[in-house]
């Protein structure tokens, strides 16, 4: 249920950038995530305007209008592309509709520790003082930064806490 309203990221590996770095501290392999191509709009409404609009429009340029032509020369068959907004059926705009908003793909997996920015687990801060750090187990020892059970989202979190 965790999700995030930021930017993303086509690189020639995957998926990249800092929604899908944020996910990917949620992500365990074989979860499908669900991502928003048109966030804050209706995929729906806007087919159905762009119909009673423009009908002999294709729906290549009519998504063209609201995605890069590349991006959307890759989520669709060029067969339906080439449509004409008139020729589609109610379930193709319905499906076109959903792919848009609730794009749903599974990862085939991570960079991994390559390029990982930060890593889940560590040392348990209920066995550390808040206050010095101290380990309650082995007097004299501390734990701070990456070492613990602490992960912080983007935004400078892991240096502040480091
Ligand atoms: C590519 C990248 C980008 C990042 N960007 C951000 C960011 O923008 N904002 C943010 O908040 N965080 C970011 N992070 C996370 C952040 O860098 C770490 O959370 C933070 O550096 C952790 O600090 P640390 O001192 O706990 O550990 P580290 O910085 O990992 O330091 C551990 C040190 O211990 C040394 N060491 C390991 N084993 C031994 C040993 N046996 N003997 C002696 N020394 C040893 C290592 O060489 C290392 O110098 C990024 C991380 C990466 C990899």
Do not use: C
């Not at 979860?31 to 294709?58: C, T």
């Not at 890759?74 to 020729?87: I, P, R, S, V, W």
């Amino acid at each position: 249920g965790t999700q995030f309203s930021e930017a993303l990221l086509f690189t020639h590996r995957g998926l990249s950038g800092p929604a899908i770095l944020q996910i990917s501290n949620y992500w365990q392999a074989g979860q499908s995530i669900s991502i928003n191509l048109l966030p804050n709009e209706s995929a729906k409404d806007k087919i159905e305007l762009a119909l009673a609009n423009h009908p002999k429009q294709s729906l290549r340029n009519t998504i063209s209008q609201w995605l890069p032509k590349r991006l959307v020369e890759a989520l669709f068959e060029a067969a339906l592309l080439d449509k004409a907004l008139n020729q589609l059926g109610h379930g193709e705009r319905e499906q076109i509709a959903q792919d848009l908003n609730e794009w749903s793909i599974v990862m085939n997996g991570t960079e991994g520790y390559r390029t990982a920015e930060v890593t889940l687990g560590g040392v348990d801060t209920n066995e550390l003082s808040s206050k010095t750090m101290q380990s309650s187990k082995v007097t004299g020892l501390y734990f701070i930064g990456e070492v613990m059970d602490v992960s912080g989202w983007l935004g400078g979190f892991n240096f502040q806490w480091a």
